[in-house]
């Protein structure tokens, strides 16, 4: 992986990380509001989920230039 | 019988709302892979500037905005070149020690003359 390509995953997973805890914050909001009174919990495990996701989407990224496809393997 | 469907009718409207944010975020990628997500902030930042202008017409408001000026300031230049001037001055501390204390003795022996 060149240092080019590196660098843009690796702006990729910041703005993906932003952007779904964003979204996570803001769901949880949402949930929090409408079915459980206003607790804080569905925002912090709304905001958690969304780290999560990132964090598994920059994980896979990562590690795709050392998985080999299944067409490849047969080769 | 208006008291019985009340609450039912509450809960299919949180329901509602709730199912449709959800909808709303799958539906325009915030939730999938990291490209999608960088095509979907990509989108909204297109999306500001017009967006801010109707809400201004909206309000009355017809004082044009001043346009956002760029900063020409990037954080990965700025990160580098501190961590090479760091480095650097890291690496020259001992001799720039040695000569500050020959300095300092000299300045101490011309005292004493």
Known sequence: MSEKELGKKWDRCLADGAIKLGTGLGLGIVFSVLFFKRHTWPISFGSGTGLGMAYANCQNDLRSFYMLHSSEKEQ | ?113
């Open chain 2, 1 to 113: 019988m208006a008291a019985k469907i009340l609450p039912v009718v509450k809960l299919a409207t949180k329901v509602t709302i709730a199912g449709g944010a959800l909808y709303v975020a799958y539906g325009s990628g915030l939730l999938g892979s990291s490209e999608q997500g960088s095509v979907a902030l990509g989108k909204a930042k297109a999306a500001i500037p017009p967006a801010v202008q109707e809400w201004m017409k909206y309000f009355g408001l017809e004082a044009q905005l001043p346009t956002i000026p760029t900063v020409e300031f990037s954080p990965v230049q700025a990160w580098n070149s501190g961590v090479r001037k760091t480095i650097s001055t890291l690496s020259e501390a001992p001799t720039n020690a040695v000569g500050y204390t020959n300095q300092g003795f000299q300045y101490m022996k011309d005292l004493t003359k």
